[in-house]
């Protein structure tokens, strides 16, 4: 299985929901991370886990709060989004964080804020 | 900080290879170049990476200059399926400052006709 699953595929939310992202891996990876793609623009970095602790945070607002259960599991909690935060969200993962592994990335789940 | 410059568009003939370049003038010493590609609202796909040496798998090559400071993703027989946004990724000190972490360029649009 060399897939990484994302859930929902689309979700619509007004500013004062509480939402969650879900992203599953199977391959075994010890690395997983979300990205935050605008429209027409690269894919950014949010967050890093690496064996399930979270090694790398890029200066993300606390209204995204990451989670990573186990090794196979990483999910995205929303809460008090901005219209400014509607963005097509992507999970990958790697069988680590080095330099020369790459990522698999999921499908994304495309988020609205209301 | 290593950062990617890549044409913004392209365009090829199918069947015709598709040279693709990617600046990365300030590349250290032991951060690999990866590519990936993004079919419109699909997550993206790994293509290849390499070090200092020229590599080829059965998707792509990648041609990278002596000194590192830049590179070459070639689709040998571009087809109409190729058409995607490229991009050439390495890693870069992040806003946290404590890692480095994979960084997108803004890509470049390929766009294959018959």
């Known amino acids: 299985d060399t897939e990484v699953t994302q859930t929902p595929k689309h979700l619509v939310m007004g500013m004062t929901n509480k939402k969650s992202l879900k992203c599953e891996q199977h391959?075994?990876?010890?690395?997983m991370y979300w990205y935050k793609q605008k429209a027409k623009k690269p894919p950014e970095l949010m967050f890093v886990y690496s064996y399930e602790k979270l090694s790398i945070n890029e200066s993300v607002p606390s209204r995204f709060s990451p989670e990573c259960p186990n090794s196979s599991l990483l999910n995205l909690h929303l809460h008090a989004l901005q219209p400014e935060d509607s963005a097509l969200y992507l999970c990958?993962?790697?069988?680590?964080?080095?330099?020369?592994?790459?990522?698999?990335f999921g499908p994304g789940t495309r988020l609205t804020v209301l | 900080d290593a950062k990617t410059t890549q044409p913004p568009s392209m365009d090829c003939a199918e069947g015709r290879a598709a040279n693709l370049p990617c600046n990365h003038s300030t590349i250290s010493g032991n951060e690999y170049v990866y590519w990936y590609r993004q079919i419109h609202s699909q997550g993206p796909q790994y293509i290849i990476h390499?070090?200092?040496n020229n590599e080829t798998n059965e998707m792509a090559s990648l041609i990278i200059t002596e000194d590192r400071k830049s590179s070459t993703l070639i689709l040998p027989h571009a087809t109409l399926r190729d058409t995607a946004v490229y991009y050439c990724?390495?890693?870069?000190?992040?806003?946290?400052?404590?890692?480095?972490?994979?960084?997108f360029g803004r890509g470049t649009s390929l766009i294959v006709h018959p």
């Open positions: 990958a993962s790697s069988p680590r964080t080095v330099s020369y592994n790459e990522q698999f």
């Open positions: 990724i390495v890693r870069v000190l992040g806003a946290s400052g404590g890692s480095y972490i994979p960084t």
């Open positions: 391959m075994g990876h010890r690395a």
């Open positions: 390499g070090l200092k």
